[in-house]
């Protein structure tokens, strides 16, 4: 396949469309508000085109540029960063973009302070003391204790400026965080906080019934960085209900490009079909089962270390997913630095060890483990095929009997903080691209976190603490092979598998770049007429 590079050089000689039309199955979780809007749709694929942060990623890499600010530096003791910010940047009101709006957005971060948000899930509000305005056009933050991961969070959409002028700050604030939030209103002008920093506006965006239907972007005349502008004049989102419709979508061309979520199946029979064009990027992406461990029976580390025992990874990977995805023995992903396979001391299928802590647990076969699997709807692909793989794996025992249960999306995370549910299958996209973003949200002091767990243990607490801090590789590499060690012992979930990014687009189409960060920049792709 050729690169971005020689594909864009080649596009600037042919007449191209102004009109790109992006098949998908995803929908905005609930905002586009950096203080809340915790999803892939939202923040990796739209925010990434209508917003901007300080500092961004070279596409194609996991390599921190400049973005709103054009440098930066950090304090001998690691405490205090200095980022100059680019002049003459507005939003799409017109509305200047300065260090005292870049104060003001993280100050309304903390005030709203969402738990389920990303602010907090990531854990920002404990890293960041304050923000200080040192010029008119330079930030500082000061930070509690020095982080050495924090430009690579600096680059994540919970850090990107807002609008003052559509996004308030709570005087208020309630304990979810939820006022002050900016919500969907169906007049795009007053709820995108971060509307006009980014290389597209949003020019619409229709919902019915909580579930998106079309969004559109059109190129921001206004882009303050005239070699990263938009080369399609006009992007359209069309929302399908499942991968089928999606896929008919594709094949009939009302879609240009399907991205997120065709069947398996699909994308298999699109790899050699020379009427379309397959793309593949490298992939973080991971999904883990989680247990609830506030009550019976996963209050037990027996029971949570039996099913470890009796997972079949293969059985996920290759029937599932038709071998396009791979097993995972750790939550911090292959190919991440410092990833060790902590979860392979289980091994896959072992169902005599399973058997064993089984027994250990006062388990057998005439007095079985019941428990309920749930899993999420209209979310992530394939979670029914997943959860049956999972049951088929648990009950070759003999000593385990599953009862699988599935909810929509919205339902199943206020299950899950609900404590409503007693195994439970999640997923992970980069927040950024660091081993700090695949431990720290897994594993709160409280145990409460987005996964509700309630997996406490003040060693762990102890290791998360000195990764936040370290600077030292030596250090963090040690400390972070103890965390993913400890979490194998103490199994407050299991991981599954891993996946890669997929798209299928005809054959016209070029310009998609895919990398670790799973941003989608919109604003690189064309097609030629």
Not at 79 to 98: C, E, H, I
Request: net charge negative.
């Amino acid at each position: 396949m050729m690169s971005s590079e020689s594909m864009t050089s080649a596009a600037s000689s042919m007449a191209l469309k102004d009109t790109i039309v992006i098949g998908t199955t995803d929908t905005v979780q609930s905002t586009l508000d950096p203080a809340d809007a915790y999803d892939l749709f939202a923040q990796d694929v739209l925010m990434v085109n209508i917003g901007s942060g300080l500092v961004g990623y070279e596409p194609g890499t996991t390599n921190v540029i400049p973005a709103l600010a054009t440098d930066w530096s950090v304090s001998p003791d690691g405490l205090t960063w200095t980022f100059n910010l680019r002049q003459g940047v507005t939003f799409a009101d017109g509305t200047p973009f300065n260090a005292t709006v870049m104060k003001y957005s993280i100050d309304r971060e903390f005030a709203i302070d969402e738990s389920a948000g990303p602010f907090a899930g990531v854990g920002i509000d404990t890293m960041i003391n304050k923000t200080v305005v040192s010029g008119p056009y330079q930030v500082q933050f000061v930070l509690n204790s020095p982080l050495s991961a924090f430009l690579a969070i600096v680059a994540f959409q919970a850090m990107w400026p807002v609008n003052p002028n559509v996004a308030p700050i709570p005087i208020h604030p309630s304990p979810g965080g939820e006022l002050g939030v900016v919500n969907y209103t169906g007049t795009v002008n007053t709820e995108v906080p971060t509307n006009g920093l980014g290389p597209y506006l949003l020019s619409n965006w229709q919902r019915t019934g909580g579930k998106d239907v079309e969004i559109d972007l059109q190129a921001n005349p206004n882009y303050w960085n005239a070699s990263g502008a938009a080369k399609t004049k006009n992007i359209i989102f069309k929302i399908y209900s499942d991968s089928t419709s999606l896929n008919l979508a594709m094949q009939s061309g009302a879609v240009d490009m399907a991205y997120r979520q065709l069947a398996p199946s699909d994308i298999q029979a699109y790899q050699t079909n020379t009427n379309f064009k397959y793309w593949e990027g490298p992939g973080i992406f991971i999904q883990y089962l989680c247990f609830n461990e506030k009550s019976a029976p996963f209050n037990n580390v027996a029971v949570r270390q039996a099913v470890a025992a009796a997972l079949d990874r293969s059985l996920i990977v290759n029937t599932v997913f038709l071998g396009q995805a791979q097993p995972l023995y750790s939550i911090v992903p292959n190919g991440m630095i410092y990833h060790i396979d902590s979860f392979k001391i289980y091994g896959d299928a072992n169902v005599s060890a399973a058997q064993s802590y089984l027994q250990s647990a006062g388990y057998s076969t005439s007095n079985p483990l019941k428990f309920t699997l749930t899993y999420p709807t209209g979310h992530y692909s394939s979670t029914d095929g997943i959860s049956s793989a999972i049951k088929q794996a648990l009950e070759k025992t003999g000593m385990i009997q599953v009862t699988l249960s599935s909810q929509p999306w919205a339902s199943y995370k206020a299950s899950t903080q609900a404590d409503a549910l007693q195994a439970y299958i999640y997923g992970w996209y980069p927040d950024f691209v660091d081993p700090l973003d695949y431990t720290t949200p897994f594993l709160p002091a409280d145990g409460r976190g987005f996964l509700n767990t309630h997996y406490v243990n003040p060693n762990m607490e102890s290791l998360i603490k000195t990764v936040i801090v370290s600077s030292d590789t030596a250090t963090l590499a040690t400390t972070y092979a103890q965390i993913q060690q400890l979490s194998a012992t103490d199994v407050p979930w299991v991981p599954l598998f891993q996946s890669k990014a997929i798209a299928v687009s005809n054959l016209k189409v070029g310009g998609l770049v895919m990398d670790e960060t799973y941003w989608f920049r919109a604003y690189l792709l064309w097609e030629t007429t």
